[in-house]
């Protein structure tokens, strides 16, 4: 059984901004075999699909949300039919009565049996899945590489994501077969904050402030509503110098990213972010230095790969830094956790 919740996008917040040119980009990417939505956490990418699925719903747009549970194969694939199935009843009827009979038996060919069918669909369907960086299944994500490699034209997929899956992107790249929308799409311009913070949240900032605040934030969607909310109760003149303070360590914030970004991480993560953070700007010898360790490059690219609120400054992949904020959470926690050894890295990184 697959819960009805899971097929259907999240409710969004009242007020939320409309960001239409991203919505038309969405639109005219669909002519790819795959679109794949990469950002960290808070940058939108489901208040995008949500808004995108409820105006195409009508032409054959499914949606499914998944979490860790579908990472058992059958769940996942039952999803996956369920999901098709409000939008074209009875699709992978046969490979859902296969999985039903025969269970981890028929995994093996439960992406063919739904191909098969896909393919002698009379018209096209579009399926969203959100929040795919939960599966870490390989069974799943074979299965799933599968259905991308071999997917009719009859289907398109739209994938949204913390990181990037483990799929052919490379391949699909070079072949035009790949859109993607990742956190510099994402970012908010200065319009769409002042309509956020002004006209959602009511707080009528003067343009200045605005722009402070959107500097600020770097354009992180999460990053402004919870800078709003920071900001509300002061509207009598003082939010200048509340946004000039502004940083990782106020508690909106902050609890934002200890809950959707730090918790859960793998210790040697965490540890490397903590200490890291204390670098304006930062490439693989200088965080060895620095951590007293080696092996930096790898951690480097697993967290650029884990879209961690790293920025590379180059093409190369050599120099990175951390966003703004982020970086001064992980600081504050650092200090938290830690007290006295910023002052030794800091030491390191002069040395």
Partial sequence: MVAASALHPPAGRPGTVARQALLDGLAESLAARLVLIVAPAGWGKTSLLRDWWLAARDSGAAWLSVGERDNDPARFWSGVIAALGTVAPGTGAEALEALTAHGALALEWV???LLDDLASMSRRITLVIDDFHLINSLEVRAGFEFLVEHMPPTLSLVVAARCDPELPLARLRARGELAEVRADQLRFSQEEAERLLNQT???????????ALWQRTEGWAAGLYLSGLSLRGHKDGHTAGLISAL???????????ATEVLAGLPPRIRAFLLRTAVLGRFCAPLCDAVTSSVGSQDLLDE??????????LDNARRWYRYHALFAEALRHELDRAEPGLALLLHRRASA
């Fill in 111 to 113: 992406e063919t049996l």
């Fill in 201 to 211: 949240l009511g707080l009528a900032l003067p343009s200045d402030e605005i722009h």
């Fill in 247 to 257: 940083a990782g360590d106020d508690r909106h914030i902050f609890d934002y990213l």
């Fill in 303 to 312: 967290i650029e790969h884990c879209q961690l609120f790293l920025i590379p």
